[in-house]
């Protein structure tokens, strides 16, 4: 890059200012992720948009690692948003209007422009390709108080959340994990996600009735794009978005569930996707698309893997025959693919998203048993055993 297009870069982009963050510190912001050095303080030339920052402290030989930090922040252009460490909480503050006025005429007079890192542009890309449905109201609407996403905030969720082996698996990887060490009970809140039930059950209904609206959620979704996104689908896929993004770079259990929610709901819609809401679901299928492709491609995997070794996306479990994603992923494909009548773009992305499931994890979309049927501890029990448990919500989002 010549240094007048680099000027003009530093000077139009954002410019992410981060005072006295030790060596050493993991310090991520959207898909690239640093080990800091003694001259580190902070990242230059941002795009304007909506951004993810992530952070983990290590003791001085840089072996062990507090739980990983996550804030979203949207950046205007040429706008300085600055952070201070704060040595004693270990984690990164806002200062007040006038300390941080003087660092952004600091900054916007270059003297710190040397000990600036700038954004890797070759990777915005594969970053808006993940998130280009989270916008400034939804980051708003959905983020913790305080902004922070970390599974310190989450013990609670730990011991009553898991369900599946996959689940427990998983748990048992953030628990042991370098990056999320114990901390102490939190009571503060987590990220205000939509409410999505497990199962409906509505008083009034029959089983039929109740195990026909189980099997197919296309009304499920209806009442949620309305009561809770207002009609936008752009907002329902925002909301999925930034639980991914949440889970996979900041490492909250709670991000996870809601996306599996999100997904399940989606995928098992029957109606849906061949009636008024076909544009949502090849928005929805691409979406999942980016999301496996950065997330858990094999050459990306790699890459992770060698900057966090501790990386709890990285484990086996993923690519096991019982993980939720292909049972229902299994559904869907045959659903879509055997439609009479179908949008030619959600065929497309159907075809394109098995194929990378498949080259990715291995898994091959076809019966399983020589009955094509489903083990007895499947997500995909019965329905109507699972609608005699009282454990699960009632009724339709209200």
Request: with cysteine.
């Amino acid at each position: 890059m010549d240094p007048d297009t680099a000027l003009g870069l530093v000077k139009t982009g954002a410019t992410l200012l981060l005072l006295d963050v030790p060596q050493f510190t993991l310090f991520g912001i959207d898909t690239q992720m640093f080990s800091v050095g003694p001259m580190f303080k902070g990242i230059k030339m941002v795009p304007p948009g909506t951004h993810f920052v992530y952070y983990s402290s290590t003791d001085r030989d840089g072996n062990d690692f507090s739980p990983i930090i996550g804030f979203f922040v949207t950046a205007k252009p040429s706008e300085v948003i600055v952070r201070k460490w704060h040595q004693q909480e270990e984690r990164l503050i806002k200062l007040s209007e006038d300390e941080e006025e003087r660092y952004v005429v600091a900054v916007k007079k270059m003297e710190f422009d040397h000990q600036l890192g700038p954004y890797a542009l070759d990777r915005y890309g594969e970053w808006r390709q993940i998130s280009n449905y989270i916008t400034e109201d939804i980051v708003e609407r959905i983020e913790p108080i305080g902004g922070e996403i970390t599974i310190a905030n989450e013990a609670g969720l730990i011991d009553t959340v898991p369900k599946t082996a996959m689940e427990k698996n998983l748990v048992e990887q953030l628990r042991n994990s370098n990056f999320s060490k114990p901390a102490e009970k939190s009571y503060k809140r987590g990220c205000y996600y939509t409410s999505i039930p497990n199962v409906i059950k509505h008083k009034g209904m029959s089983v039929e009735e109740l195990t026909s609206l189980n099997l197919d959620k296309t009304q499920l979704l209806e009442t949620t794009l309305m009561k809770d996104f207002g009609g936008a689908e752009d907002k329902l896929l925002g909301e999925l978005q930034f639980a991914f993004i949440a889970f996979l770079m900041g490492q909250s259990l709670e991000a996870f569930h809601q996306w599996k929610s999100l997904i399940s709901l989606l995928l098992s819609c029957i109606e849906a996707p061949f009636q008024t809401r076909s544009q949502l679901f090849t928005k929805f299928v691409k979406v999942i698309y980016y999301q496996i492709k950065y997330g858990f491609h094999k050459d990306q995997l790699g890459k992770v893997g060698a900057e966090r070794k501790d990386s709890v996306f990285l484990d086996d479990e993923w690519l096991s025959k019982d993980v939720f994603l292909r049972l229902l992923c299994k559904e869907f494909f045959s659903l879509v693919q055997g439609a009479p009548v179908v949008d030619g773009d959600l065929l497309s992305w159907t075809r394109k998203l098995q194929n990378l499931l498949e080259t990715t994890f291995g898994w091959e979309f076809h019966n399983d048993g020589p009955d094509g049927a489903y083990e007895e501890d499947d997500e995909f029990a019965p329905i109507v055993e699972m609608l005699d448990d009282t454990s699960f919500e009632e009724g339709l989002p209200t």
